[in-house]
C-alpha cells in the first residue's frame, strides 16, 4: 500500500511539473512576441 501511495505521488508532481514547463513556455513564447512596451509589463506581472 505505502509504496503504490509513493508512485502517484510522483505521479502527480510530475504532472505538476509537466504544467509548470507549458505555462513558462508559453510566457516565453508571449514575451518573444511582444514589443518592448510589453515585455516591461509583463516583468510588472511576474
Given at each position: 500500500?505505502?509504496?503504490?501511495?509513493?508512485?502517484?505521488?510522483?505521479?502527480?508532481?510530475f504532472?505538476?511539473?509537466?504544467?509548470?514547463?507549458?505555462?513558462?513556455?508559453l510566457?516565453?513564447?508571449?514575451?518573444?512576441?511582444?514589443?518592448?512596451?510589453?515585455?516591461?509589463?509583463?516583468?510588472?506581472?511576474?
Open positions: 500500500m505505502k509504496q503504490r501511495k509513493i508512485i502517484v505521488h510522483y505521479s502527480d508532481e504532472t505538476r511539473a509537466q504544467i509548470c514547463l507549458k505555462v513558462i513556455k510566457l516565453i513564447d508571449e514575451r518573444e512576441r511582444g514589443a518592448c512596451s510589453d515585455d516591461c509589463a509583463g516583468q510588472g506581472k511576474m
